[in-house]
């Protein structure tokens, strides 16, 4: 069984178009996160919650909107994409916010 | 500017020589860990370090963290094909609360 899953894991959109980016983790984890690694493979993170409340936004675009509707799920939406929006995005979550995070595989993002 | 810095950014070795990877933080850190990518997948965790001096080991892997807590290395023993990859140090400086990672070392084992 995944331990933390993405979906979908290729994603190839226009501009100015939204979409969404799901993750669900069954490892019991209370705390999730979101990370975008860019062409140079820097990782960055964007968002954490914890208990379903968001504990870290980094600064983000407010196009970027994190939904967590349940402790294993925290979904990503993002509004009129950017072309500088191309990246791999990856979901990880961990127990409690100072432990091991578990990564999903991630989901590449391709805005042309 | 980029707080945990790794080095070297890539690394060729041929299989069966040793490596070392570098990891340097400006801060003191509350943890460190290593992290492994392989090109298109996610990050697999390998080790947590969190004592100052601490050191720990897996098959031929060995990551050790420095007293004061602001470097640490990945020192991989008789390389093989398997262990090529992005290896990725993460951290969270002490009381942040936000978790950063350094800039990766690519790493190529050459049969």
């Known amino acids: 069984d995944t331990a933390v899953s993405q979906t979908p894991k290729y994603l190839v959109t226009q501009m100015g178009n939204d979409k969404s980016i799901k993750c669900e983790q069954n490892l019991g984890h209370d705390t999730m996160y979101w990370y975008k690694q860019d062409s140079k493979k820097f990782l960055k993170i964007m968002f954490s919650y914890n208990n379903k409340e968001l504990i870290i936004n980094e600064t983000v675009p407010n196009r970027f909107s994190p939904k967590s509707p349940d402790k294993a799920h925290l979904n990503l939406h993002i509004n009129s994409l950017e072309l500088g929006d191309s990246a791999v995005y990856f979901c990880?979550?961990?127990?409690?916010?100072?432990?091991?995070?578990?990564f999903g595989p991630g989901t590449r993002l391709l805005v042309l | 500017s980029q707080e945990l810095e790794q080095s070297p950014q890539s690394l060729i070795v041929q299989e069966g020589k040793n490596l070392t990877i570098n990891c340097t933080s400006s801060?003191?850190?509350?943890?460190l860990y290593w992290y492994k990518q392989k090109y298109g997948e996610g990050l697999i965790f390998l080790m947590m370090l969190q004592k100052g001096g601490e050191e720990k080991s897996h098959e031929k892997i060995t990551a050790k963290l420095d007293e004061k807590k602001q470097q640490s290395s990945l020192h991989i023993t008789a390389s093989q094909p398997s262990h090529a990859g992005i290896y990725l140090c993460g951290a969270e400086p002490s009381g942040t609360y936000k978790y950063i990672f350094g800039t990766g070392t690519r790493l190529k084992v050459l049969a």
């Open positions: 801060k003191t850190l509350y943890g």
């Open positions: 990880a979550s961990s127990h409690g916010g100072r432990e091991t995070q578990y």
